[in-house]
Structure formats: structure tokens, C-alpha cells
């Protein structure tokens, strides 16, 4: 009777029993923070009207969410700050003198057909910010393949075109964009600071490499998407990427250009329409990479990238299901 009194008393709950200080809204906010210096070059080279195009799509994305779920007396969630990631990716994807209503609109699909129909956050079924841009493309197509100059000059030298390099790449060949840019190590350092025509914050692949690698630092994303992501279009860019032979493509031409760097570590990687497994995660990355890499090479549009994560949103439930982890105490080869 001593025993039973003394006997220490246990609380059961249900899981999960191994808790983090992480939040949902914390981890967003560090996604937005590490946005932020991508978008300080994006209005740096493309001017203050890039800047009010950013502005206004984080706004209607923010108010879309927030009028929606006020109208249907739902729990307001815009603080978590997955609205003004929305409209924020949404902005990268745009051309920066694209008219006002663009932003509007692409906001409004993003957040209100893409994510609050399918049921908020952690419920949709593609990336949002893809969506709104998907819709731009077949609704605005000329205004959303319209380019411009970059406003400010890096390293001493101006764009010469306002065509995109992918653009000049698939139309005109290597060679011409090369002599675009004056030689191969301009074009080079100009790919990489970000000083060439193209969206608003896919541009700086520095900016966005430093972002990337800080969300790895913090571990809020995992190296398999990424990687095999990246790897995946470097390998094809090399084997296939040149003309009349194999292995004789430019791969660091492919890394550099275009949105792959945005896509690969801040769209991809979203945890809601990503695999959930390492091994599916891999698999995911590298049906991104392969897409992108065939609608450059063989497709009709210069990018793929927009398309290839869309796409691969559709599979990842399917990919989920695959690589089903192994429960803890049951026999070999029964999954969950």
C-alpha cells in the first residue's frame, strides 16, 4: 500500500511527445528573411517599378487570404506569414514592368483558388505562387514574355538585349549570346550577379545561393531536392545541352540562367507539395531537373521550370505512397 502511494505518476498524452520551438510561422517568416536580399537586387537593378510590383502582390495576397477567411468567419491566419511568402515568390516570377493588374490578378488565383478552395495552409495540392504565374502565362502571354534592360550597371557593363538569356539561347544559339555579352566570362559574372533581363527575383543567383544555403544552415529545408534538382540539369545541360555532339553542352550556362536556382531551394522545397521521404525527395528533385531540362532543349518555351515543379506536385503524393517509411516494430517489409 506504501509502494502504491509513493509510486511516481505519469502523464499520457498523445503524440507527438518530441516537441521543437520551431513554428509554423516561425519557419515562414526565416523563408521571407531569406528572400529579402534577392529582392533588395531585384529593385536594384530593375528599379522602384519592380519595387511597387513586389509591394502590391504581397498586399492583395495578404488581403485575398485576409477577406476570405473573415467573409467565411474562419480563423484569420495571415500572421504566419505564408501570404506574404505567396505573394512575394508570385513577385519573383514576374516581369518587373508588367502593368498593375497583373500582380492583382495572380495574387487573387494564388491565394484564393490555388490554397483557401483546397482548404488553407498545408492542404493545397500545388505550389500557389506557380499557379498565379501559370494563370499570367496563358491569360497575358505577350506582357508576361516581355523583358526589359536591367536599370543598373554591374561590374561596368550594360545588357545589350532585353531578351532573356534562355531566349537568346534557344533562338539564336550559344554563340550569339556569348557576343551579347562581350565574352564567355562576362556573360558568366553578369548571370551570376544578376545583371541581365529576366523576372524580378530570379535574376541574382548570389543573392538567392545565400538564401538557399542559410534555409540548409537552419535545416527548415534538406539537401535532396536542391541537389538533385540542380545536379539533374547539370548532368543533361552537359550530356545533351550542346549542338551536334554529347557531352559537349555548357552546364553552368543552365545553372545560371534562368529561375532553377529560385525554383530548386524556396519552391520545390515546399513542405506542403513536396515528398515528405528523403528518397522521395530525391526522386521529386530529379523529375524537376529532368522536365526543366526537356521543355528547354526540346520544348517550346525557353524555361521549364514553372512547369516541371507543377507537374512534379502532382506526383508527390504518388511518390509519398512509394517510399513509405518502415513503422517502428513491425516485421520486415511491412510499411505504413
Not at 510590383?53 to 477567411?69: D, S
Not at 545561393?209 to 537552419?218: I, W
Request: net charge positive.
Amino acid at each position: 500500500m506504501a509502494n502504491a502511494q509513493t509510486a511516481p505518476s505519469f502523464s499520457v498524452s498523445v503524440s507527438p511527445h518530441i516537441k521543437s520551438a520551431e513554428t509554423t510561422g516561425r519557419i515562414i517568416w526565416t523563408v521571407n528573411a531569406a528572400l529579402t536580399p534577392a529582392a533588395v537586387m531585384g529593385a536594384y537593378y530593375f528599379g522602384l517599378r519592380a519595387l511597387f510590383t513586389t509591394v502590391l502582390c504581397i498586399a492583395t495576397a495578404v488581403a485575398c487570404e485576409y477577406l476570405f477567411q473573415k467573409l467565411l468567419k474562419k480563423k484569420i491566419t495571415i500572421r504566419d506569414g505564408s501570404a506574404f511568402l505567396t505573394g512575394l515568390l508570385l513577385a519573383f516570377n514576374l516581369p518587373p514592368q508588367v502593368p498593375f493588374y497583373i500582380p492583382v490578378l495572380g495574387s487573387c488565383v494564388a491565394i484564393l483558388l490555388t490554397k483557401q478552395l483546397f482548404g488553407g495552409i498545408g492542404y493545397n495540392i500545388f505550389n500557389p505562387a506557380l499557379m498565379g504565374r501559370a494563370f499570367l502565362v496563358i491569360t497575358f502571354p505577350k506582357l508576361m514574355t516581355t523583358w526589359n534592360v536591367p536599370t543598373a550597371a554591374f561590374f561596368g557593363v550594360d545588357t545589350v538585349t532585353c531578351a532573356t538569356p534562355l531566349n537568346i539561347l534557344k533562338m539564336e544559339g550559344i554563340d550569339r549570346l556569348i557576343a551579347s555579352f562581350g565574352d564567355r566570362t562576362s556573360l558568366y559574372l553578369h548571370l551570376l550577379a544578376g545583371n541581365r533581363a529576366g523576372c524580378i527575383g530570379e535574376t541574382c543567383i548570389i543573392a538567392l545561393l545565400a538564401g538557399g544555403f542559410f534555409l540548409l544552415y537552419k535545416k527548415y529545408i534538406t539537401w535532396h531536392i536542391p541537389v538533385s534538382y540542380l545536379g539533374t540539369v547539370v548532368a543533361i545541360a552537359w550530356i545533351f545541352g550542346g549542338r551536334g555532339a554529347f557531352f559537349a553542352g555548357d552546364p553552368l550556362l543552365h545553372f545560371l540562367s534562368g529561375g532553377i536556382v529560385l525554383g530548386a531551394f524556396f519552391m520545390a522545397t515546399d513542405y506542403v507539395t513536396s515528398p515528405s521521404t528523403r528518397a522521395g525527395r530525391l526522386l521529386f528533385g530529379a523529375g524537376c531537373g529532368f522536365i526543366t531540362m526537356l521543355i528547354r532543349l526540346k520544348g517550346g518555351y525557353p524555361e521549364g521550370c514553372m512547369f516541371s515543379i507543377l507537374i512534379m506536385n502532382c506526383f508527390a503524393p504518388l511518390i509519398d505512397r512509394g517510399f513509405r517509411l518502415k513503422v517502428f516494430g513491425t516485421p520486415k517489409g511491412r510499411k505504413k
